[in-house]
């Protein structure tokens, strides 16, 4: 059974940190490309940012701000972010991604709040 689990949400204020975490199980975690991806309250899905092998990518709104990190001995995907704002408050969701022959594979966690505010 495939499973992501993101911890690490909560309420920040702004300037702060948090570390998420998306622990997985029930797939081959190494194989998939792993990604944050965000949703703001009536707004649509925002891509954040990606991770596969040492190779990784963020959305210009948050480069030089967040790290990708993952752990493939831990099964694990990480974001740690810094100088959080207002305009982070959003639901972070992880994804796994990956594509075979005849097809590709995509799996969601359930989310975790990340709110900024004083």
């Known amino acids: 059974q495939v499973q992501l689990v993101e911890s690490g949400g909560g309420l920040v204020q702004p300037g702060g940190s948090l570390r998420l975490s998306c622990a997985a199980s029930?797939?081959?975690?190494?194989?998939?490309?792993m990604s944050w991806v965000r949703q703001a309250s009536g707004k649509g899905l925002e891509w954040v940012s990606s991770i596969y092998s040492d190779n990784t990518y963020y959305a210009d709104s948050v480069k030089g701000r967040f790290t990708i990190s993952r752990d493939n001995a831990k099964n694990t995907l990480y974001l740690q972010m810094n100088s959080l704002g207002p305009l982070d408050t959003a639901v972070y969701y992880c994804?796994?991604?990956?594509?075979?022959?005849?097809?590709?594979?995509?799996?969601w966690g359930q989310g975790t709040q990340v709110t900024v505010s004083s």
């Open positions: 994804n796994a991604h990956v594509t075979v022959v005849g097809g590709a594979f995509d799996y």
């Open positions: 029930g797939f081959t975690f190494r194989h998939f490309y």
